[in-house]
């Protein structure tokens, strides 16, 4: 089984990737699991399908599941589910020692994270990862939040996991089109920082979004590999190597902005559209040839994601989408850096990028292809 460590100083960490995990819940956690009773975070849908194994794993072990199950969806990642998930935790009376899981996708990770980074001043918690995204990407390095009014992710913490068990079981059970949005987070790392595993991901990625074991588990354990390098080497997002993760997100962000972060577009879906876009606004500002713009936007296409956003049929025009770009996180000091492409497996971040120059684009692209 693939067994990849998050090499953080006093808070080193294994990720684990493989079938049965979740099967095997009390041997996995060894003595992270302190006492009989063990408190688990989930949601509805992966309550409905992983519930009955993880009860039945821990309970013939001797512990106690007890189980906080919250509605699916982002609505769980507010003020209000974080108050229900803290004030259900302290009835559970969980000391800072103790660990808490987390059952489900990047929603139930980035709620429990958060609530375990303040509960009682911090307390352990594990991600058991069940969406694809959630292995790949949100699982992984410690960033958990709930989003506020003013946006999305925008109070949380730095807080890692004692732990990472991704059971490739769980894929089986996901829809079809939140695993092709998982998808892009994987090609993303080979677009970012991994030429090798991009090709792989041209000939292969069907396979992923197709439920191929084999594909799933290299491609969960590639993208594993390239967060905990990323993570390892800037954690808080400080030195602008972990801000690479975030190709295509920018424009993503503005086209879910548009859509009003509707099953119009989820989110992975407007990374996909991003990182096209991403990849011709750095073919137009000469960095890659057109030729490799072409090839991201093929691979894309392939999964089965968008890669057109004249498709979407939005009414707003360029203007009106990057003023959605001013709300971004990355904001600083009044300039926006864009992570741009000098080549497949080559981003960089470009902190001199017009949005007014963005905005001729995407008229552009809104009406071309
Ligand atoms: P999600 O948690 O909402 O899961 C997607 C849907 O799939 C939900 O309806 C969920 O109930 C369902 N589901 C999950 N696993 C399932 C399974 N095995 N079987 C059946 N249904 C299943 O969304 P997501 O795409 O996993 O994560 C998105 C969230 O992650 C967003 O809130 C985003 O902000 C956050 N995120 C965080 C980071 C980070 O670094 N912390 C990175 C990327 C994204
Ligand atoms: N998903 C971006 C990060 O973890 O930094």
């Not at 519930?51 to 821990?58: H, P, T």
């Not at 001797?62 to 609505?75: D, K, M, N, T």
């Not at 925008?154 to 829809?175: E, K, N, R, S, Y």
């Not at 990182?275 to 500002?285: F, G, I, K, Q």
Request: charged content about 25%.
């Amino acid at each position: 089984m693939p067994v990849i460590g998050v090499a953080l100083a006093g808070r080193a960490y294994e990720v684990r990737v493989g079938g049965g995990l979740l099967a095997d819940l009390p041997a996995q956690c060894g003595k992270l699991l302190r006492k009989r009773r063990v408190p688990i975070i989930t949601d509805e849908n992966v309550a409905e399908s992983w519930r009955g194994v993880v009860q039945q794993s821990l309970e013939s072990a001797g512990f106690e599941p007890q189980w906080l199950v919250h509605a699916p969806g982002e609505g769980a990642k507010s003020w209000s589910g974080l108050e229900r998930t803290l004030d259900w935790l302290l009835g559970q009376e969980v000391e800072r020692g103790d660990h808490i899981l987390a059952l489900g996708g990047g929603v139930i990770g980035d709620l429990t994270g958060f609530a375990a980074a303040i509960l009682k001043r911090g307390c352990g918690f594990i991600q058991l990862p069940t969406s694809l995204l959630a292995q790949v990407d949100s699982s992984v390095g410690g960033k958990t939040a709930i989003n506020a009014a003013a946006g999305k992710n925008l109070v949380g913490a730095f807080h890692q996991p004692a732990l990472v068990l991704a059971d490739l079981d769980t894929l089986a059970t996901l829809p079809a089109r939140e695993l092709r949005c998982g998808y892009a987070e994987v090609i993303k790392y080979g677009i970012l920082g991994d030429r090798t595993f991009f090709d792989w991901c041209e000939a292969e990625g069907a396979k992923v979004v197709g439920g191929d074991r084999t594909a799933q588990q290299y491609a969960v354990t590639k993208s594993v590999e390239a967060k905990a390098r990323i993570v390892a080497e800037d954690e808080r997002e400080t030195t602008g190597k972990r801000a690479l993760l975030n190709l295509g997100h920018t424009f993503g962000h503005a086209l879910e902005a548009e859509t009003g972060f509707s099953d119009k577009l989820l989110h992975g879906e407007g990374v996909a559209l991003g990182m096209v876009l991403a990849a011709r606004y750095s073919a137009r500002r000469g960095y890659i040839g057109v030729d490799d713009a072409a090839r991201i936007t093929a691979a894309i296409d392939a999964a089965g994601l968008p890669s057109e956003i004249a498709a979407l049929g939005l009414a707003a025009d360029g203007r009106a989408l990057a003023a959605h770009m001013l709300h971004d996180k990355k904001m600083d000091a009044g300039t926006l850096p864009f992570i741009l492409l000098r080549g497949i497996g080559e981003a960089f971040l470009d902190k001199e990028v017009s949005l007014g120059d963005v905005a001729a684009f995407l008229d552009e692209e809104l009406q071309a292809h």
